[in-house]
């Protein structure tokens, strides 16, 4: 693969089997359980603990969500949906509301009944293939660094290091001030960002919920 081209995830699995010392695969279509299945699975797990703090890609400040039949189903793929700030020429979401089995839940009136629609900043998870490719780097990496400790009991012994880690999430915090403007919301993510930087040490992945980042 050129290097011209951002990372794939059968090439985010051979830096991980080659963390370990395993020889890389041509195909992530192998049945069974093998270090390329377990390598995929830390990848995707790590690429939902790293997504649902929101950055610039997958946080829309200003989603409408409609409701139908009387109610609003959030999509699977958001991992956090608020009410939504103002901005310079909107006031913000009145309503305040939480996701309780996968469907609005408004807690001023106690109920899953909406007649209008909201505003909501909603964070969404995105595939790994639609990322940012300072973001799938810095996933890869993190991963590597978990993977090398499950498997080898010492990340240590690996070959990625907290200082590619480190390098890695400094690299998507600069797009991320590059790409985000000057405002309240910007203000909110950053402070995000400050109380939950991830630290270098490897960890089990978290996974996402309605209550991420607050």
């Known amino acids: 693969m050129p290097v011209t081209t951002p990372t794939t995830m059968l090439e985010a699995v ?36 790293v997504q649902t703090r929101g950055w610039w890609f997958n946080t829309m400040r200003n989603f409408t969500l409609s409701p139908s039949g009387g109610e609003i189903v959030v999509p699977p793929n958001f991992t956090s949906v608020r009410p939504a700030l103002p901005t310079s020429t909107q006031a913000g979401e009145t309503r305040q509301f939480v996701v309780v089995s996968g469907k609005l839940y408004d807690t001023m009136t106690n109920s899953h009944t909406f007649t209008s629609q909201v505003r909501a900043e ?34 240590q012994l690996g070959v ?51 209550q991420q980042g607050q």
């Open 122 to 155: 909603v964070i969404r998870l995105v595939d790994f293939d639609q990322l940012p490719e300072s973001v799938r780097w810095f996933i890869t990496v993190r991963a590597a660094r978990i993977f090398q400790t499950k498997v080898m009991g010492d990340e």
């Open 14 to 49: 051979n830096h991980l089997l080659t963390a370990i010392g395993t020889t890389p695969v041509n195909t992530l279509e192998v049945p069974g359980l093998t270090d390329a299945s377990i390598a995929k699975d830390t990848i995707e797990a790590t690429a939902r603990e």
């Open 160 to 210: 990625f290091t907290s200082t590619h880690e480190i390098e890695a999430f400094e690299a998507i915090e600069r797009d991320h001030r590059n790409s985000t403007h000057s405002s309240i919301y910007a203000d909110r993510i950053a402070l995000r960002h400050s109380q939950a930087r991830m630290g270098p040490a490897p960890m089990g992945p978290r996974r996402g919920g309605q």
